[in-house]
């Protein structure tokens, strides 16, 4: 993934983080493929090793202090690496008053120079965070997102099976409501999947039949979450007669997003099924697998010491 210096400026401005424009306003598509930034002050001194062309390099007080004090050889050696190294942007926090030829080197260069009023940390932390987020991988599901019993469980399965009415069933019965139709899902490190709605379809369900109805207004904010970690995958599948489900438990599936693989559960669909305390259950199921309890190998572990036990008993016999 990667964002251009405009969209970063534009999407900064909307978040409440001001940035102007001193000069580069030619070079505003550079690229930002990295969400960390940097402070290249030992790129002053002349070691550029370490410098990343395409992250933001922040100058904040002491850099600007530093140049200040130098002397006007050494000044002009100092910035000289702006001339080696195609940096995609440079950014003065504080309001800080700009060297002369600190400007003139990135104009020449064609150097996007930005410059904020935040302080240098507060700056850092907000940047990172916005670039965290548009920088991070994203992919859109077809499905719904709910939050039981703490566990973020996605629910799958082709259209008309019944995912938004089990959605309803689940918010009824005090479940939190995260998205329905289409899941966005941004991956985070380390292994970690975060879904939200849609902007358009934030806090709407729609119901066949009934249409669409609001969450929000309907149950309240404290039914509505607007993101969630996944944990867990649930599939919704028709029953077939001919077909041979898991009864007990032991096979181990997973659903792969991002390269991410989460454990699935496929539940076949059939009237009479009470699918809410089944997703219930399966989101009981996956915090006991957690703390290390697995009903499923219990069962089978007791099975097998039973039957070991009663093969000897036969043997001495």
């Known amino acids: 993934m990667e964002i251009t ?25 550079n690229r930002i493929k990295n969400p960390r930034i940097q402070k290249p002050g030992l790129a002053l001194t002349g070691f550029t090793y370490h410098i990343h062309p395409a992250r933001v390099q922040i100058f904040g007080d002491t850099e600007i202090t530093y140049l200040k004090e130098l002397s006007a050889y050494k000044k002009r050696k100092a910035v000289n690496f702006l001339d080696e190294i195609s940096i995609s942007c440079l950014i003065i926090t504080k309001g800080l008053e700009i060297p002369s030829l600190l400007l003139k080197k990135a104009c020449r260069n064609k150097i996007p120079l930005l410059r904020t009023t935040m302080q240098s940390s507060v700056f850092i932390r907000e940047i990172e965070e916005l670039l965290n987020e548009l920088l991070a991988e994203k992919v859109s599901i077809h499905g719904n997102l709910i939050d039981v019993f703490g566990v973020g469980v996605l629910i799958l399965g082709k259209s008309g099976i019944g995912k938004s009415e089990l959605a309803l069933s689940l918010i009824m019965r005090n479940h939190r409501f995260v998205a329905d139709d289409m899941v966005e899902i941004v991956k985070k490190y380390p292994g970690v999947l975060i879904g939200r709605p849609t902007e358009m379809l934030k806090h709407i369900v729609e119901i066949r039949g009934l249409g669409i109805v609001n969450i929000k207004d309907l149950f309240g904010i404290s039914a509505i979450r607007d993101t969630k970690r996944i944990e867990l995958v649930i599939e919704l599948v028709k029953w077939e007669d001919d077909t041979e489900y898991d009864r007990l438990g032991l096979e181990e599936d997973f659903y792969e997003i991002m390269g991410i693989k989460l454990p699935l559960v496929k539940l076949p669909v059939t009237p009479g099924r009470q699918l809410p305390v089944l997703i219930e259950v399966a989101a009981r199921n996956y915090l006991l697998k957690i703390k290390g309890i697995d009903s499923a190998k219990d069962f089978k572990d007791t099975l097998d010491k039973i039957l070991k036990e009663q093969q000897k008993k036969e043997e001495i016999e």
Do not use: F, M, T, Y
């Open 5 to 29: 210096i405009k969209e970063l400026i534009e999407r900064a401005n909307e978040n409440n983080i001001p940035l102007e424009i001193l000069c580069g306003e030619d070079a505003l598509d």
